[in-house]
């Protein structure tokens, strides 16, 4: 079992920053991939980014450029800086974990992004 806790999530108006942590307790296997996902009010949820245990970063299009995905392997926690916020940002951030060994996955409770003037 894994248990993954988000934090940072906070009401930020337009343009400006915010750091997303995720930390990951349990049997953490070394190969892995952790990832964030979002949804928005009314949305689905929605790949944003992703980052192996190798550090092999992937984005979402709508987020390539604003934000940065990296991790602290030693810590057992992924970050996610988002930079250059709009109100399309704005969502519930959840980070997702899984293993290479069995292949199961694991979600977070999520954390609010609220991106208004």
């Known amino acids: 079992q894994v248990q993954l806790v988000e934090s940072g999530g906070d009401l930020v108006q337009p343009e400006g920053s915010l750091r997303l942590s995720c930390v990951a307790s349990?049997?953490?296997?070394?190969?892995?991939?952790m990832r964030w996902y979002r949804q928005g009010p009314g949305k689905q949820r929605d790949f944003v980014a992703s980052i192996i245990s190798g550090g092999v970063t992937n984005y979402a299009d709508s987020v390539k450029g604003r934000f940065t995905i990296s991790r602290d392997n030693a810590m057992n926690t992924v970050y996610l800086q988002m930079n250059s916020l709009k109100p399309e940002d704005t969502a519930v951030y959840y980070c997702n974990y899984q293993d290479f060994v069995s292949g199961m996955n694991y979600w977070g409770k999520g954390t609010l992004v609220t991106v208004s003037l």
């Open positions: 349990g049997t953490i296997f070394s190969r892995n991939v």
